[in-house]
Structures are given as structure tokens and as C-alpha cells.
């Protein structure tokens, strides 16, 4: 939000402590242009309920009027004109006015669909009115008159996203675990049926029709569809059945490219997607509604956000965010990118982030920063961790095992505490400290429960040499019985630098659990798929940083004991030694280029020493780039690779990952940022010089989010004002089709 | 610039699901429901298939006569139309 700040508003609007939008609603009403409208506002006492209704949907049009014509006059209003700028103050006068008499009244604080139709309105006008914020500012208008108005705008803007605050959406019921499945087994079944009747009759669905079909079963059955957030409930179901009922990021749910896609950015594309159809605001949110009617989940920390969004359909779709509370009494809105930031800190960021804490920045009222967004964060995992104390969740905080009358008061007390986080800034900042100090003093104990561990293995008999060998790469403790389970998740990351740590949980009865976790910016590629062999099938396949690896619990699960697990993590991590040793720049003239999967030139691949250090120095930097530039010709000879692929991107973007799930034997991938026309022509005449086809690949990530990402990965520093001017570059001159380049963008 | 990954400029699976639907109705009512649903999932990618599908729901719904379903089925013909 673009914030004007030339001192305090209400003392140059000519107002003291009354802002505008506080007036008495008497005196606004006679600015609404509607006199039929007045009268029926200004009825007798004794009402009948027809009364009531007529006077609630006079209220109701009055502020849709208003609204809808300062919409327009925003949108169209010239700021250098004096007469325009006064029929616009007059404008916001009005829509204020009848907003506050509508707001006040009883009727309409107890009709949702009353509280819908004026949100609405209200989101109607809100981008105009940033926009017109954001000329006032950038036109640099020094006049007393200019000023009156930006002030004007500035308390409009924080008071017109006020009173959403109890719109809630008709969807996302919590269905419990046991019951959700029986519902969508009962549609498989019918879907099963329907498509064996459609092959008597020739027809054969493609596997996403089937799909769309089995969605369409459940909505039909359902009063709307069901939705299994963060959580793989469904995915005992077909895959292409269960990804069309599930929005996760776990296992087969994980972004295809690998790319950093949680629950809640999967949400907020759903959202975004509606918001941009040629469809009534009413339309756009009904549907939403109606793809979230239901939903379940088993994650407590995942998904108890993205639950709460689902409750804020309406906002979301008319406002582009939800109002949260802010210091001073204050609102702001919480736009989609924010969220979008919060979801991807809470996910990948949060584990192990000692170095983004809590963002430098402190908001001004009205204002989001990162620092509010993270203490959302925090304040949240505090609630979790308070719930799964009192709901007797240990290890996880997946509470599958609950009956589902428990499930469902766990969702409804984790969704209430939430939206108080949200609601209530005093209550979120209390809950925000309580966590923090929760885990500074779980870090007192960490080295201690690390050598309790440690002497447990020993006595059972495992090697000093396999000791050493975990020895700074995996970190192993016993889990410490106080302390909520974020906490406890969180406080050794923050200890310890190893890139893998492991957690051992005795639930007795010779029962382990484990929690293996890779914290922010750490990197487990060392840990491969042969782990699967030591642990049972149920490990997973790719391991992804800044997230819980695996949970284990019990025997079924192919759970291990310590001392078992001890070995067999010692062999994995030497059988990855023998195969992999680090290359320093001085040992590559030129890079092999034998095999497939080494077909990637990056300078920056040149700037690692000898133990896997990223160093720069102009000298390093210009010897680094020289072997990058002969790695290139000497692949351009090479007639194993008919094309070149230009990775572009800023640092952070998802160009290396892209790379990885993307693997292409007969082409030469460049992974550089690229951002100018220039670096990206001198590679593209260079191959077409070898009549090799060339494919640009740009990698289109939100810049605040490639700049969380390379705050987050520990390696290397990279200035901002690096970043800010590569960003610019990009954005100047995009990679585009021309001269048999092929351009595609990944977004 | 370039293509963006993702669309496959194949037809929407919601309307090969309803297209199957409609050309094999037998008077199922519970599969005009469906169909109704199928194209309030919009039929995003594909909303060139939607006039063709929407003369052959027509011809489904004659044959339906007043049943609710059909109703829900025109509602939805009508905002996939829009999106066209």
C-alpha cells in the first residue's frame, strides 16, 4: 500500500480527533444524493419488519451508490484540476457518510449477506483510491488543497477496510478425517459407476476429465466440493483423483518443478484465478465458496491458516486481502502478496531463520512489513503448540489419532485463536513474545539433550567412528518432554549448524519416533533416495529444505530404534562421501561436461573452493567467468547437444531447481541470472553461430520472494542493491521471441 | 513473449466430461446434475467448446423438461457463456 506521509492528516483536513468517517451519521445522511433514502433511514421508532427491511436495503443501496460513483470519479479524476479534486473530496464525504450509517445499524450488523453487499462496495473503490494515493504522492502536490485530500484519501483507505471484519464466507466446514473419507469413497464408487456406463456407450474420459467428473460427483453430493488441505488424506484414491481434491505440497502433490508451492500460494491461486474472470464479485466469491464448501486436513500448523482464508472467501475476492488489526487501534489490509510471503516464511523460511528474526522494518499504522507478518507467524505457532499440549498431540501436530468429535473442536479452537492473532494486535504480539521466549529457553537444553543421546548410543553399542562420522552433519537429540512442539522443532536449529537434524522421541514400550529436518537455508543433498533401504518405503523420494523430512511413530511404520538408525544414517553419509568429493575452481579448467546430468555451465559453480565455500573476488569472479565462457565453446562442439537452454532469472527465483526436475541429456542449460538483452544476445549468436536451437527460460518468481529466498540460504551475501538493479534490468528488457529464440516464461 | 507453462491448449477437462455426459444422456437426472457442476467449474481453457456444448445441453434440457437440474444447468451455460 502506497502510504502518503506529509504530516498528520487530521490536522491539516481541518479535524481534530474526529477523522472523517466519523461524523455524526445525521449530518452525512444529508449528503446522500438518494433524499428517498434519507427519509426511510430517518423512519419512526416502532418499525414493522417490512419496515426494517426497506429501511436496511435503502442503507445497503445508499453505500452501493455512493460507492459505485466515487469509484468512477476516482478512476477518472485529473488531481491538477481544482473543481475535479473538490467533487471528489465531496464524493468521499458522501460514500463515507452513508457507510457509517449503514454500519451502525443493528440490522445490517446481524445480516451476513447485508455485511457481504457492503464489503463489496467497499472493495469496489479501494484500488481506485490507492491508486489515486499513489498520484498525490508521486506527483509531489505541495498545495494546501492536495494535502487536505491526501489526507483525506489516507483515513478513507484504513477506515474503509474496517468493516469487513465479520464477513465470513458459507464455506470451509471442517469434515473429520474418518468422515471425509467415507464421503469421497462414496463418490469414487459413483464415479466408478458413471464411467462403466459411459464405456457401454462408447465413451472413454481422459484421466483429467474422470477428474473433473469425480469433483463434480462430490459438489453434487455435497452441497459443494471437499478439500483436503496440506494433508495427503485422499491419497489412498487414484493420483489424478486425489490431486483433484487435495491442495498440498507434500509427495505427490509437490510442485512438478519442484518450486517452492505451499497450501495457502495454492489457496491464493485459486483466489486469483476467480478474481480475474469476467464474473459479478458475487459470482466470483460463490464459487469460490462453493470449490470450498468443505474441507479436512490433518496438519494442524499447515492448515489451519489457508482454513482461515477459506472463511474469508469474501474478502479476499472484493478486497484483494483480509483487515487485520494493527498497533493504535489501527487496520490494514493484508493483500494477497503478503500472504503469499507469509505462507512461503511460515513453510520454508521459519525453521532455523535466525538471521531474518523478525524483519528490521517496523510498520507505521495502516502499514504491513515483514516483521508483522512473521509475528503472525509465531503468534500462530504458539497457539499451535498450546492446542497440541492441551489436546495431548505428542511428536507431531498431525492429529489423525483424535476421535472426530476432538478433531473438530481442535479445528474450530485452532481456527478461533487464529483469527484472534489476526483480530487482535495485543493478543498476536503476547503470543508472538511467548513463543520466542519458549524457545530461547528450550536452546539452554539443546547440547544437553545432544549428549544424552549421545552417551544412550555409545552404551548401545554403536562405533565411535560412526559417532564421528554424524559428527557436524547431522545433529541428534532426545526430545525434550516441556516445550511446545514448534518450539522444540525450532530451538536447535538455532543452536547447531549441521544440515540435517534428528530428533528421537521414546514413547516407551520400546516405541521411537523420529523428526528428521532440514532447517532454512541448510542442504540436505547428501541424504538420497538409498535411505528408503534403511527406513521402509514410506521415505520420501526428494527431500526439500527448510522442512520436516519424516515423521515416524511406530513399528508399522518401519520405525527403528536409535542406535539402528545411528549406523545406518553413519553408512548412508559415507557411501555419499566416497561417491561425491568437492571440486575447487583451481582444479577445473574446464568443467567435464560428460554426462547428462553435468551438462550446466554457471560461473558461479567455479566460485566454491576446495571445501565447499562459495568465495567471490574480482580476480575469482573473472577466472570463474573465463571458464564458464570455454566450458561453453567447448560444449557448443560437442554434437551431443542440439540446443541451448538460457536459464534467466534473479538469484533465488527457481532456476537451479527448475534445472534439477527438468533434465534434458541433449541440451547445454547456461543457469545465470541473464537480466540483460546483452549477456542474453552474446550466448544466443554464439550458439546460433552453431546452428544450435536456443530456448530462453525465464523464471518468473516475485522479487520479494527471491529476495527471502537468498536472505535465507546462508551461502553467500548478495547485496540488495545488487538485487534491486538486476531486478530492474529484467524487468526493462524481458527475454522476448525474436530471431528463432523461443521464450517461455515459469511462473 | 513467450508461451506460459501450464496451459496445454487441449480441451477443458470439465467440458470433455460434460460433452461425454450430454451426447450419451439417457435421462439420468442425476447426471444433469453433475453436468450443471462441470461447467460451473468454468470452463477456462477452453471456452471456444462452449457454444457447441451449450446447443447440445439445450437439446438434453428439451428433452428434460422442468426438472430443477435443468435449471442449474442453464444457470451454469449462462455464466460459461459469458466467459466465451
Redesign the interface.
Known sequence: MTVIRRGDPKKEMGVTDTPVLRQDPRKSAETIRDPGAVHRITGPAQETEQAKKIRTDAAVKAVTETFHRLGRRLETVDLTNTSQVEALRASVLRAAGALEIAIAMPEIQDSASSQRKLSISIGSVLDPLEHAMGQVAEQGITSKKFHQLSGLLEVAHAKLIAPATNLRADAGTFVSIPDSIEVVKGAHAKLDE?LAK?EK???K??L??????F???L??DNGGSIISIDAGIFDFLPEHLSRAITRDHHGIHADPSGLEINSTMRLLDDVE?VRS???TTE?KIA?LE??YRNVTTNNLGDAILPMVLVNRIPELVAHGGIQIAMKSGSTALLGVDHLRRLAHFEDYGFFGSSNVIEGRKRSGPCEVRLRDLIHIVLANYQVFDELLAKYEIRGSDRFDPLPPERQEQLVQEARTLVEKNLGDYGARMQKAESFKSSVESLKDNVAGSHDQMRRYLEERGVSKADLDTLEGKIYYFFSQKTGGRFATWDAPSLVHKNQIQWESIDFGNGKWGFVLAVPSGRDPSFLDTTMVKAFGPRFPKGIARGDTLFFVFNSADGVVPPEEMAKALAEQLRAHERKTKPRGASQLAVPPLVTPGENVISHDAYLYDDHGNYLWTPERHAQAKQFADEAYEHALNDPRFDRVVLMVGLPGAGKSTYLRTHPDPKAIFIDETLTTPEKRRELIDKAQHHHKAVH?I?VDTPYELCCDRTATRGDRDIPKAWMDARNDELRRD????DKGV?????? | ?????GYDGGMA??I??AT??L??W?GDL??L???A??L???A?DDPRAVSSLAALAKKVCARAGDAPEVEKLQRALE?AA??S
Do not use: C, F
Open positions: 458413471a459411459l456407450r462408447g465413451k474420459l481422459s483429467e476429465a474422470q477428474a473433473a467428473l469433483r463434480a460427483i459438489s453434487k484465478k474472470l469476467p464474473l459470482e464459487y462453493h470449490q530462453v525465464w524481458p527475454p522476448t521471441n523461443k521464450v517461455t516464461v515459469v511462473r | 513473449m513467450g508461451e506460459v507453462v477437462p470439465e470433455e466430461a461425454a455426459l451426447e450419451s439417457d442425476e447426471e446434475a453433475w453436468t457442476e462441470l460451473g467449474t468454468i477456462l455464466i459469458r466467459l
